[in-house]
Structures are given as structure tokens and as C-alpha cells.
């Protein structure tokens, strides 16, 4: 995060000048008194205001340059834009290499959105945001694939009378598994393991669990 240190007259024209060195707005730092202003006898020996501006860390901006960085090194340049849907934000990449960065199955998406949420989330002080990457609108024809997944797996295990463990998924594509089988009578679902190998399990209802 950048901050400086600027003395002035009164507290606010430190901060004013602090604001013009960081080139940015008082909405988006914070502001340590480190010493207050104190007037002299006759105007004489009086003291400066010291004060300590730090620039309030940007998720998004931190994940989006993240992704610029990572992309290029990668000899995979992407433009990328964003749009908010229900309780995250979605970044959507596009470029002329955009298959390498999906991967198989969308494993190496998946690994990239992991570590780009590490990265944007990694500041404590932040509010914490989750982040979902798309790559010209793959996760639309991956939840459809999803979808087909469910229920091909939810009739295995009726037939079955078995259990049965999907592979590890990221949390928003677990949630469409969840989704998909919600209302279904025969089997349930629940999330086990640990990220990012956690998964999702298919069993009959009212199944004892071991």
C-alpha cells in the first residue's frame, strides 16, 4: 500500500497535500494524526501538523493486475472487464489464447481464480470479495456440462444404492451440482474436504453415513 508522511500548517492542509502527492480522493485512504498543529505565543515557535496517509488496498484493482501480470507472463494477453451478479464479482477475460487459460476442464481457470482471490483477499484490513473468472462465457457452457454431470451421477447412485465422489470443484461449481440435485427425491449432496480439493458427494437419501 502506498503512504506518505506530510507535515503541514493545520491537519488538513497535510492531508490535502498528502491527497495531491497520492494523487487520489480522502474517500480512499486513511488518515494517522501523528502530531497536531500548536500555535506559538505571538504566532512564534509554533509546531506543524504531522500526519501519516495510507492508500486503502483495492481488491479489484489488486486481482485485476494480478491477472494482467500473471497473463503476460504467460504469453497470454487478456482484456478484461468486470460485472457484479448476487454475492460476487466476475471478471471476464477475453484474448486470441483464451483455451490455454481454461485448461482441461477448466483446471487451469479454476487454479487461476483460486490465487487471484488469495491474492485480492490477502489484505485483512480489506473488505473480503469473491471473485469468479469467466473466459468468453465458459462457465455458462461448464455449468450446462455441470448440470448434465448431476444427474447422470444422481442416477448412478439411485441405481446403485452407492455413494459416490465427484472431483474436486471450485465452490461456485460445486454450488451448481447442489443446484441441480436440490429437488431431486432420491439422493442428497454435501461438500467434503478441503479447498481446493474439496468435492462433492453424492449419496442415496437417508443413507447412514460411515
Same mark, same amino acid.
Given at each position: 500500500?502506498?503512504? +506518505? ?22 474517500? %480512499? ?21 504531522? *500526519?501519516?496517509?495510507? *492508500? ?15 497473463? !503476460? ?12 451478479? =448476487?454475492?460476487? #464479482?466476475? #471478471?471476464? #477475460? ?12 477448466? %483446471? ?12 485480492? =483477499? !490477502?489484505?485483512?484490513?480489506?473488505? /473480503?470479495?469473491?471473485? +469468479? ?11 450446462? !456440462? ?5 444427474? /447422470?451421477?444422481?442416477?448412478? +447412485?439411485?441405481?446403485?444404492?452407492? &455413494? ?19 429437488? =431431486? ?5 454435501? &461438500?467434503?474436504? *478441503?479447498?481446493?480439493?474439496?468435492? +462433492? *458427494? ?9
Amino acid at each position: 500500500m502506498k503512504k +506518505v508522511q506530510v507535515t503541514g500548517k493545520t491537519v488538513e492542509e497535510a492531508v490535502a497535500a498528502a491527497l495531491d502527492q497520492l494523487q487520489t480522493s480522502k474517500e %480512499q485512504v486513511e488518515v494517522k494524526i501523528l502530531e497536531d498543529s500548536k500555535k506559538g505565543f505571538f504566532g512564534l515557535g509554533g509546531k506543524p501538523a504531522v *500526519v501519516e496517509v495510507t *492508500v486503502k488496498a483495492d481488491p479489484v484493482k489488486t486481482a485485476i493486475e494480478y491477472l494482467q501480470d500473471v497473463t !503476460s507472463k504467460m504469453g497470454v494477453p487478456v482484456t478484461i472487464s468486470q460485472r457484479q451478479e =448476487n454475492d460476487h #464479482l466476475v #471478471l471476464d #477475460l477475453t484474448g486470441e489464447k483464451i483455451a490455454i487459460l481454461i485448461g482441461k476442464r477448466g %483446471q487451469t481457470l479454476n487454479a487461476l481464480q483460486l490465487l487471484t482471490n488469495m491474492v485480492a =483477499n !490477502s489484505d485483512p484490513e480489506t473488505k /473480503h470479495v469473491k471473485i +469468479v473468472l469467466d473466459a468468453e462465457n465458459y462457465r455458462t457452457r461448464r455449468q450446462e !456440462s455441470l448440470e448434465r454431470l448431476a444427474e /447422470h451421477s444422481a442416477q448412478k +447412485v439411485f441405481i446403485t444404492k452407492k &455413494s459416490f465422489a465427484l472431483e474436486p470443484m471450485p465452490a461456485n461449481e460445486r454450488k451448481v451440482i447442489h443446484l441441480a440435485l436440490k429437488e =431431486n427425491r432420491d439422493v442428497e449432496t454435501t &461438500s467434503e474436504g *478441503v479447498e481446493p480439493f474439496r468435492k +462433492v *458427494v453424492i449419496r442415496p437419501k437417508n443413507m447412514v453415513k460411515r
